[in-house]
C-alpha cells in the first residue's frame, strides 16, 4: 500500500466512491495503453530490499522506527513489523553496468543502515526469514504502529471473522492458530522489478510464471521457521496463509488467497489481469481522491491511478502487475515477489540478473508459452521449488527434469544471451552469472542454515543453535562472500558472545504429556519405557492442568494390573512454572526454594517444555 494514507472502508457512500475512482484508473490505463502513452523504452531495473534488526545476541529488536528517524533517508521506509525495514532502490537502465551500479548503491544505503543501527546497538541481518524470530516477537505489540498497518490487519480480520490457522508441513510441522497479520512480518524478501514494453506485456507475464519455479529454486533461502525446519522457501507458505481472508477456500468468490501464483495463463489484456484481481478480491481499504483519472489524461495530466494501485497492493501474486509513474512517463512492470532476502548483496544482485536476464533472453520456441505448456505445471514446479529447493524436479517440456540440469543446461544460457542483447556488462554478466553457477554445483541459502542447524542441534537445544546460526550467518553476509563458499557449521560452534543464559536454551521440548482420565497403567508403563520422571497432563484446550512424579506412583507398581485408577487420583494440581525468557539461574532458585526436581515451561497455560535438576549439570549458572 506504499506510503498511502488509508482508511477502513465502511460506508456505502465511501465503497461507493471507491469503485467509482478504481474503474475510472482502468479506463485511463486502457486509454493510455490504447494511445502509445506507457513508455515502451527505455527498459529500467529496481529493487526492494527488506532487512531485520537484531540485538546483539541477535535477537529481533523492535526499535525499526528510532532507526528510520534517524537515518533521515527517503530510500527507507517501514515494515508491517517493528524489527523490520525496508530500503527503496532507484530505477537503473537496463544497459552498461546498471546491477553493479544497483550493487554499489544498495551497499551504500545498508552501510548507513548499520552505522545508524549500531548507534542503537542493534544490528542488520539479510534473511528470508529471520531464524530467532519466535511467536513473542508476531504479536500485535509488535507492529509498527502506523496506521495503515492497523487498518489491513482490521480488515482482514472482518473479512474472515476468526483467527489465522497457519498449517505448513515439511521436515518438521507447524501448527498454529494466530489472531492477527502480524505473521507476514516474519518474512523478509529482495523484489525485484524489471519494467516490461505494453506491447510485449502478457506473454512476458506468462513467460516470468513459467520460469518462477526454476528460478526460486535456486534462491531459496528460508527453511526454518520457530525452530522448525518446514519448506526450502518457507516465506511461500507463510505469505500465502498470514493474510488470507477467506474463513474457508469454499466462498463463491475469493476462492484464491490474497497471496497467489495465479489459477490460469493469462491471455487478454493487461487491464484484464488487473479485472481479475478486482472481481476476485473486494477492497479493504481507500484513501482520498482529488481527481478523475480520466478527466486528467483529458486535461493532459498523467495520473498515478491511486485507487487501483491501492487494491493492488493488498493482492499479493508472486509475479505482480504493477503500473508507475516516472520522470512524467507511465509505465508497466513485473515485480518479482518470490525471492529471498539474502544470503548476501552479492547473491541478491546474481539472483535479480539471473530473473531479468531469463526474461529479456526468452527465445523464439517458448513465445505464447501459455499454448506449448500447461498452467497447472508451471504452478506445480512453483510450489515444488519452493518445498525442495535445489532437489526439485521439474516439468518442463514435457519431460522430467532435475533443477540442477535445467538452470545449467537451458536457463543460464538464456541469461546470458538475454543479458548481452540488452547491452549489459559483459564483465558483471560474468561476475553475478558465475555466482549462480557456483550456487547450482555446492548450496543455496537453505541448504547453508539446514545442513548447519542439523549440525548445531547435535550438542545444542534449539534456542542457542538458532543464536549460533543467526550470528555466523551475519559474520559471513559482513564479508560478503556469497553463499556457495559458505563451510556448513559444525556442531561444536558457540556464540562468540556469552548467552544470556535462559530457560529457552536448555529446556526440553520433546515432551510426552497425558490426560487426567488416562488410565494408571499406561502412565506407568510410558514413564518406565521412556525412562520419564515428570509426567505433565494437560487438557482438552493444551493447558496444563497438572504434573505426575514418578515418586507419586512407583509405590503402585505391584497392583498395576488390577488398578483402575486414573491419573487424576494423583497428580498434583497445584504447579510451579516458569516462562522460556526466565533466566537459568531463576528457575533454578525456583526450584530450590520449593524442593521440586521438574518444572515445567509455559506459554499462556500452554506446556512448551519442561526442565529437570539434570538439565542444570552443563548450564550452571552459578
Known amino acids: 500500500m506504499g506510503n498511502l494514507h488509508v482508511t477502513r472502508l465502511t460506508t456505502k457512500k465511501d465503497k461507493a466512491n471507491y469503485i467509482h475512482q478504481l474503474t475510472k484508473d482502468l479506463e485511463a490505463l486502457d486509454l493510455m495503453i490504447s494511445t502509445g502513452k506507457i513508455e515502451k523504452s527505455p527498459i529500467r531495473i529496481g529493487a526492494e530490499q527488506e532487512f531485520c534488526i537484531v540485538d546483539n545476541e541477535f535477537i529481533p529488536k523492535g526499535n525499526a522506527l528510532a532507526i528510520l528517524k534517524d537515518i533521515d533517508d527517503a530510500h527507507f521506509t517501514t515494515e508491517i513489523g517493528n524489527f523490520n525495514l525496508e530500503i527503496n532502490l532507484d530505477p537503473f537502465e537496463l544497459k552498461d553496468h546498471c546491477f553493479s551500479a544497483l550493487h554499489t548503491q544498495l551497499k551504500m544505503l545498508l552501510k548507513k543502515a548499520k552505522e545508524v543501527a549500531e548507534k542503537h546497538d542493534s544490528k542488520i541481518v539479510l534473511t528470508g526469514i529471520l531464524p530467532t524470530l519466535s511467536t513473542k516477537h508476531i504479536s500485535i505489540d509488535n507492529m509498527t504502529p502506523i496506521q495503515r498497518y492497523m487498518v489491513l490487519n482490521e480488515a482482514v480480520k472482518e473479512s474472515r471473522k476468526q483467527d489465522f490457522h497457519i498449517h505448513i508441513k515439511g521436515v518438521d510441522e507447524l501448527n498454529l492458530l494466530h489472531d492477527s497479520v502480524m505473521l507476514e512480518g516474519c518474512n523478509t524478501s529482495f523484489q525485484a522489478h524489471l519494467q516490461i514494453n505494453p506491447d510485449e506485456f502478457i506473454d512476458s507475464y506468462n513467460w516470468a510464471q513459467a520460469i518462477s519455479g526454476p528460478i526460486l529454486s535456486i534462491c531459496t533461502n528460508a527453511p526454518i521457521l520457530f525452530g522448525k525446519e518446514l519448506w526450502s522457501e518457507t516465506r511461500i507458505a507463510l505469505f500465502t496463509q498470514s493474510v488470507d481472508t477467506r474463513a474457508n477456500s469454499f466462498l463463491l468468490h475469493e476462492k484464491q488467497s490474497r497471496v497467489s501464483f495465479g489459477n490460469h495463463w493469462e491471455t487478454g489484456t493487461i487491464t484484464d489481469i488487473f479485472k481479475d484481481n478486482i472481481s476476485r478480491f473486494r477492497s479493504l481499504v481507500t484513501c482520498t481522491f482529488e481527481k478523475d483519472s480520466v478527466e486528467m489524461l483529458q486535461h493532459g495530466e498523467i495520473p498515478k491511478l491511486k485507487a487501483l494501485s491501492l487494491h493492488n497492493g493488498t493482492v499479493y501474486r508472486w509475479n505482480r502487475v504493477c503500473y508507475g509513474v516516472g520522470g512524467g512517463k507511465p509505465h508497466l512492470r513485473i515485480e518479482n515477489r518470490y525471492i529471498p532476502s539474502g544470503p548476501t548483496t552479492t547473491d541478491e544482485i546474481a539472483n535479480m540478473m539471473f530473473w531479468v536476464g531469463v526474461m529479456v533472453g526468452k527465445p523464439k520456441k517458448y513465445q505464447n508459452i501459455h499454448e ?135 529446556m526440553n521440548t520433546d515432551i510426552f504429556s497425558v490426560d487426567k482420565k488416562d488410565s494408571l497403567e499406561l502412565v506407568l508403563h510410558m514413564m518406565q519405557w521412556k525412562n520419564i520422571h515428570h509426567m505433565p497432563v494437560i487438557n482438552n484446550q493444551k493447558d496444563l492442568i497438572g504434573l505426575l512424579s514418578w515418586s507419586d506412583v512407583k509405590t503402585h507398581l505391584n497392583e498395576i494390573e488390577e488398578s483402575t485408577k486414573s491419573v487424576q487420583n494423583f497428580m498434583k494440581e497445584t504447579i510451579i512454572t516458569t516462562t522460556k525468557d526466565a533466566s537459568i539461574k531463576e528457575a533454578k532458585m525456583l526450584m530450590q526454594k520449593h524442593n521440586i526436581s521438574c518444572l515445567p515451561v509455559v506459554a499462556n497455560k500452554k506446556l512448551i517444555g519442561i526442565i529437570t535438576t539434570k538439565d542444570f549439570t552443563t548450564n550452571d549458572p552459578s
Request: hydrophobic fraction near 35%; avoid cysteine.
Open 372 to 506: 506449448t505448456m500447461d498452467f497447472k505445471d508451471a504452478k506445480a514446479n512453483f510450489f515444488s521449488a519452493a518445498r525442495y529447493g535445489m532437489t526439485t524436479q521439474f516439468k518442463w517440456n514435457g519431460n522430467i527434469i532435475s533443477s540442477q540440469d535445467l538452470l545449467l543446461n537451458e536457463l543460464l544460457p538464456i541469461a546470458y544471451k538475454g543479458l548481452y542483447s540488452v547491452g549489459v556488462s559483459p564483465k558483471d554478466v560474468e561476475y553475478y552469472l558465475t555466482i549462480i553457477e557456483n550456487r547450482i554445483h555446492s548450496l543455496n541459502g537453505s541448504d547453508w542454515m539446514t545442513k548447519s542447524y542439523r549440525n548445531l542441534l547435535k550438542t545444542k537445544k534449539r534456542a542457542e543453535a538458532l543464536q549460533i546460526l543467526t550470528e555466523n550467518m551475519y559474520s559471513k553476509q559482513e564479508k560478503e562472500y556469497p553463499v556457495a563458499t559458505w563451510n556448513v557449521l559444525n556442531h561444536a560452534v558457540e556464540t562468540s558472545f556469552p548467552l544470556k543464559q535462559q530457560v529457552s536454551h536448555i
